[in-house]
């Protein structure tokens, strides 16, 4: 059986020791390293090899937000899930995790009973949100529940570009996962803009939470 090699990034070495335990305790984990703090977290990664992540926010030297930057700009690291585990509770760490490439986003509070349900949904390429915040960002999503299908307009292809980029991959990215080139990309990237009304990249995540759009394509 293939393990889940898994990185622990959190400057708590209480709260690395339990989520160790917590973890290898499951027959399909393996802890493959620890990470103090942001720069320790990439040092590990070059020695390393890990499917996933688990990533606290509140990190000395580099925050858990410009990991998560770095991480899925580099071809190297990109296809590595990221799970957030912080206290952060507030809706717009949420959204800038989320913006930022994170595959999930559980509080610390709920670890014990969330992560490992987050854990395996992240891998198997779903977005993972700790309860409450799922209904919270649920709550956005069904004030708009009996209007038409606001994406009806879009095209199969300038949907998936959405979706790409509102889990924050380049338009580089992108086209070496649909296999189109760059100025094709670009091109869906304006369509979608034009055809939604919007020209910011935060909104183009708003709007794909509020939709429920955050899954990409298999």
Same mark, same amino acid.
Do not use: W
């Given at each position: 059986?293939?393990?889940?090699?898994?990185?622990? +990034?959190?400057?708590?070495?209480?709260?690395? +020791?339990?989520?160790?335990?917590?973890?290898? +305790?499951?027959?399909?984990?393996?802890? @493959?390293?620890?990470?103090?703090?942001?720069?320790?977290?990439?040092?590990?990664?070059?020695?390393?090899?890990?499917?996933?992540?688990?990533? &606290?926010? !509140?990190? $000395?030297? *580099?925050?858990?937000?410009?990991?998560?930057?770095?991480?899925?700009?580099?071809?190297?690291?990109?296809? =590595?899930? @990221?799970?957030?585990?912080?206290?952060?509770?507030?809706?717009?760490?949420?959204?800038? !995790?989320?913006?930022?490439?994170?595959?999930?986003? @559980?509080?610390? !509070?709920?670890?014990?009973?969330?992560?490992?349900?987050?854990?395996?949904?992240?891998?198997?390429?779903?977005?993972?949100?700790? !309860?409450?915040?799922?209904?919270?960002? #649920?709550?956005?999503?069904?004030?708009?529940?009996?209007?038409?299908? $606001?994406?009806? #307009?879009?095209?199969?292809?300038?949907?998936?570009?959405?979706?790409?980029? +509102?889990?924050?991959?380049?338009?580089?990215?992108?086209?070496?996962?649909?296999?189109?080139? #760059?100025?094709?990309? &670009?091109?869906?990237?304006?369509? *979608?803009?034009?055809?939604?009304? =919007?020209?910011?990249?935060?909104?183009?995540?708003?709007?794909?939470?509020?939709?429920?759009? #955050?899954?990409? $394509?298999?």
């Amino acid at each position: 059986m293939n393990k889940i090699k898994i990185i622990l +990034a959190d400057d708590h070495a209480i709260l690395r +020791a339990g989520l160790k335990l917590l973890l290898e +305790a499951e027959d399909d984990i393996e802890i @493959v390293g620890e990470a103090c703090d942001g720069e320790d977290l990439l040092n590990q990664l070059e020695k390393l090899t890990a499917d996933l992540i688990i990533l &606290d926010l !509140s990190m $000395p030297k *580099v925050n858990g937000i410009n990991i998560l930057r770095q991480l899925k700009n580099n071809k190297k690291f990109c296809k =590595i899930r @990221v799970l957030i585990l912080t206290m952060h509770t507030e809706e717009e760490y949420i959204r800038e !995790s989320l913006a930022a490439g994170a595959d999930g986003y @559980v509080e610390k !509070s709920a670890f014990d009973t969330e992560l490992l349900t987050a854990l395996h949904t992240v891998m198997r390429g779903e977005v993972y949100l700790s !309860s409450k915040n799922a209904v919270s960002m #649920l709550s956005t999503m069904l004030k708009n529940e009996n209007e038409d299908n $606001p994406y009806s #307009l879009l095209s199969k292809r300038e949907l998936e570009v959405l979706r790409y980029l +509102a889990r924050g991959y380049s338009l580089s990215e992108i086209g070496e996962q649909l296999h189109l080139s #760059l100025k094709t990309i &670009d091109t869906y990237k304006t369509r *979608v803009f034009n055809k939604l009304n =919007i020209s910011k990249k935060s909104e183009l995540v708003d709007y794909a939470l509020q939709y429920n759009l #955050l899954d990409l $394509p298999q």
